[in-house]
């Protein structure tokens, strides 16, 4: 196997996310505790998988592990056939910026700019030119059902709106892999369905590879398929199907 950083591992089929024997472990006192133990999770282009479990389960470990955002204490996280483990701190920011979009519970949107503007930043620091940002921007907006909505700031939003926002900036980069945590926390039941279903659609439509952590059970079976953690063991995802 290479594992040069230089050199990135291609993986077979289209699996934009690969997790191969993922632990990691934080201190603890004297001990540790393991918040992932062997993880192995493949996400394939358009699908969404649905990761559940108790509170304290690893759930959140996994996203931001597998967003790179923290790194694992041994295995492989893949992405888009780069082994994302190899790289040192500035490829790896390289390498979350242009393949994974991450959507977090609250949109963390910056209270004084407009939707579009919300958009055409995260283009902006990525060193891209404004006008296609824009034209990008605009169609995303449309695509997830804010077309009327461009030069709106947050305080003029629903929080559905702001999410569907949140979720058409996570995919300016054009992401090949989506991690969401708990998109639907803070919206009633008919904002989280069509948010759920709005996930689904722009995966199918961007053929991204995302993984939704959530605790509405209920919404899983839009979704393609559920996997399920337990002290940081992650059973083996089923089909759902929608
Ligand atoms: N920064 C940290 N330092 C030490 N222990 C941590 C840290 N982050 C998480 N843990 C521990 O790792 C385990 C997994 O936590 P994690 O947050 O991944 O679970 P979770 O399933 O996302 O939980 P929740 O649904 O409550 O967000 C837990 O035992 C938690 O206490």
């Given at each position: ?12 089929g289209n699996m934009p996310l690969q997790l191969i024997d993922l632990s990691l ?130 305080h003029q939003l629903s929080g559905g709106q702001r999410q569907r926002v949140n ?76």
């Amino acid at each position: 196997m290479d594992t040069t950083a230089t050199t990135p591992k291609t993986t077979t089929g289209n699996m934009p996310l690969q997790l191969i024997d993922l632990s990691l472990e934080y201190p603890d006192g004297e001990g540790t505790i393991k918040a992932l133990d062997s993880v192995d999770l493949a996400v394939g282009a358009g699908q969404v998988l649905s990761l559940i479990g108790p509170s304290g389960s690893g759930k959140s470990s996994l996203l931001a592990a597998a967003a790179t955002l923290i790194r694992p204490t041994s295995g492989l996280v893949i992405i888009d056939g780069t082994t994302a483990s190899d790289l040192n701190d500035s490829q790896m920011t390289t390498l979350r910026r242009e393949k994974v979009g991450i959507i977090f519970q609250q949109p963390n949107l910056l209270a004084s700019l407009t939707a579009v503007e919300q958009l055409m930043i995260s283009d902006h620091l990525r060193g891209k030119p404004l006008k296609p940002a824009k034209v990008r921007a605009l169609e995303l907006l449309d695509i997830v059902g804010l077309a009327d909505s461009a030069k709106k700031r947050p305080h003029q939003l629903s929080g559905g709106q702001r999410q569907r926002v949140n979720i058409a900036r996570a995919l300016m980069g054009e992401p090949k892999v989506l991690l969401v945590d708990e998109p639907t926390a803070a919206l009633d039941h008919t904002r989280s369905e069509s948010i759920v279903r709005l996930l689904v659609q722009v995966t199918k439509e961007f053929s991204v590879a995302t993984v939704m952590v959530t605790h509405d059970t209920e919404f899983v079976s839009l979704t393609d398929s559920v996997a399920s953690m337990r002290d940081g063991i992650l059973a083996l995802p089923e089909l759902v199907g929608a």
